[in-house]
């Protein structure tokens, strides 16, 4: 099984950037997809970008699409989370996930109840207005 962890995280005034990381272990990080998800404070986690196992695939929840972007490196074992004209409401702890079985469709991960195989500790954004 895949295991991620996240970095990346900090403080950013609205409309500014940052670039979420997340590092996997494990020979078979290429046949994963991979997502990432948010929980705000008194919120529920809500996804936020997956992508398959080749990077070909990608998905957005509407809430970002169009600022956020999700890429893959399969030759550094890592997943990125570009991010930008950051909102206030972006304010969340961002999660990476694993999806549970080797050459899943990233849309499983968007799926109500996603099928993730394993979470990272998260990584706390915040944005200031």
């Known amino acids: 099984q895949v295991q991620v962890i996240e970095s990346g995280g900090g403080l950013v005034q609205a409309g500014g950037s940052l670039r979420l990381s997340c590092a996997a272990s494990?020979?078979?990080?290429?046949?994963?997809?991979m997502g990432w998800f948010r929980q705000a404070p008194g919120n529920e986690r809500e996804f936020v970008a997956a992508i398959n196992w080749s990077g070909g695939i990608t998905l957005y929840a509407d809430s970002i699409k169009g600022r956020f972007t999700i890429s893959r490196d399969n030759a550094k074992n890592t997943v990125y989370l570009q991010m930008t004209s950051l909102k206030p409401e972006d304010t969340a702890v961002y999660y990476c996930?694993?999806?549970?079985?080797?050459?899943?469709?990233?849309?499983?991960?968007?799926?109500?109840?996603?099928?993730?195989?394993?979470w990272g500790q998260g990584t706390q954004v915040t944005v200031s207005s």
């Open positions: 494990g020979r078979t990080f290429s046949t994963y997809g």
């Open positions: 996930a694993a999806g549970a079985r080797p050459y899943g469709p990233a849309r499983t991960m968007g799926a109500p109840d996603p099928e993730i195989g394993s």
